[in-house]
């Protein structure tokens, strides 16, 4: 079956890294994605990788995927106060050609400390 | 350009009355998917569309639950005779075609039966 885990809760301080951690469990996964969701907002898109990939870096943010291991990790450089929120990671299998549903973890809640 | 959106954003409703969700998706896109997020967990798959077609509903729970998308863009998410356990945050997301790894999310509908 499908899985996605993620440990719950992170807690930083401002200006150092945060890496957050993703274990998923199905092999044919073929995007793996990062979703950021601030109090009272929806669900915004950070990045996704590929597969394929194993590492995709995007101005602060650095995805790394060890397929062997299917471990996902996000990690933000610098971390501010307004990078505070949850952070989902997700999975997409490919359906006969198309995408279909995301699998999502339970999410870790990011703490920034001033 | 317009993102997704969903109305109402808050629904309190009675339990056994029917409610019915609305998720317009970003112009031109192809595919809607609606999600369901309780207080706590990630958002779970309900269904999915390609255009008006209803490609996936494995994910509805149960037959009080339905979703139509007439005319392959507004979708309504509809539940009859709703329950206490149906309270949560619905979702919907739409990506640019039945290929596309991007899925948008909206605000969500937040629904109380009480």
């Known amino acids: 079956g499908e899985d996605v885990e993620q440990s719950l809760f992170l807690s930083v301080r401002e200006g150092d890294s945060s890496v957050i951690n993703c274990t998923y469990t199905?092999?044919?996964?073929?995007?793996l994605y990062w979703y950021k969701q601030e109090p009272g907002a929806g669900l915004q898109l950070l990045t996704y990788?590929?597969?394929?990939?194993d590492m995709k870096q995007d101005q602060r943010l650095t995805v790394l995927l060890n397929k062997k291991d299917k471990h996902l990790s996000l990690r933000i450089a610098d971390t501010q106060t307004g990078d505070s929120a949850i952070y989902f990671c997700?999975?997409?299998?490919?359906?006969?050609?198309?995408?279909?549903?995301?699998?999502f973890g339970k999410g870790t809640k990011l703490s920034v400390k001033p | 350009g317009a993102g997704v959106s969903q109305s109402p954003r808050y629904k309190v409703t009675k339990r056994g009355q029917d409610v019915a969700l609305r998720c317009d998706p970003i112009?031109?896109?192809?595919?809607l998917y609606w999600y369901r997020q309780a207080l706590g967990q990630g958002p779970e798959f309900l269904t999915y569309?390609?255009?008006?077609?209803?490609?996936?509903k494995s994910g509805l729970p149960n037959d009080r639950f339905s979703a139509e998308r007439p005319e392959g863009s507004i979708s309504t998410l509809t539940i009859q005779r709703t329950e206490q356990r149906d309270s949560a945050m619905y979702r919907c997301?739409?990506?640019?075609?039945?290929?596309?790894?991007?899925?948008?999310f909206g605000p969500g509908t937040r629904l109380t039966v009480t």
């Open positions: 569309f390609n255009y008006e077609a209803q490609q996936d």
């Open positions: 199905d092999s044919s996964s073929t995007y």
């Open positions: 997700a999975e997409s299998i490919s359906l006969g050609g198309s995408q279909g549903n995301l699998i």
């Open positions: 997301a739409s990506s640019l075609g039945t290929v596309s790894y991007e899925q948008y």
């Open positions: 990788i590929f597969s394929n990939m």
């Open positions: 112009s031109g896109h192809v595919s």
